[in-house]
């Protein structure tokens, strides 16, 4: 079992940052792959970026790719979205969610967070 609570959300201008966290609890976090997903209003959740439990691989959405940055540290049960030169697009809840397999479809996902939310005005 996994518990993941997300923060570092909140509202920031078009070309800006901010840093989103995910601490997650249980010894076995190491195993598992962590993503994260989002969803803004009316549409579905889209995957965003996913880290193998090693932090050897990551993959990405086009969306994000290049201005968005996963990683994690096991020996502190996180793992971050460093999320630069923002759009208004990007507004949405942001997920954590942990998976036993490397992979960017949201079924894969066993375990999931509260979303955080990000507003990003223009």
């Known amino acids: 079992q996994v518990q993941l609570v997300e923060s570092g959300g909140g509202l920031v201008q078009a070309g800006g940052s901010l840093r989103l966290s995910c601490a997650a609890s249980?010894?076995?976090?190491?195993?598992?792959?962590m993503g994260w997903f989002r969803q803004a209003p009316g549409k579905e959740r889209e995957f965003v970026a996913a880290?193998?439990?090693?932090?050897?691989?990551?993959t990405y959405a086009d969306s994000v790719k290049g201005r968005f940055t996963i990683s994690r540290d096991n020996a502190k049960n996180t793992v971050f979205l460093q999320m630069n030169s923002l759009k208004p697009e990007d507004t949405a809840v942001y997920y954590c969610?942990?998976?036993?397999?490397?992979?960017?479809?949201?079924?894969?996902?066993?375990?999931w967070g509260q979303g955080t939310q990000v507003t990003v005005s223009s």
């Open positions: 249980g010894r076995t976090f190491r195993r598992y792959t």
């Open positions: 880290i193998i439990w090693s932090g050897g691989s990551t």
């Open positions: 969610a942990a998976a036993q397999m490397y992979s960017s479809i949201r079924s894969a996902y066993d375990y």
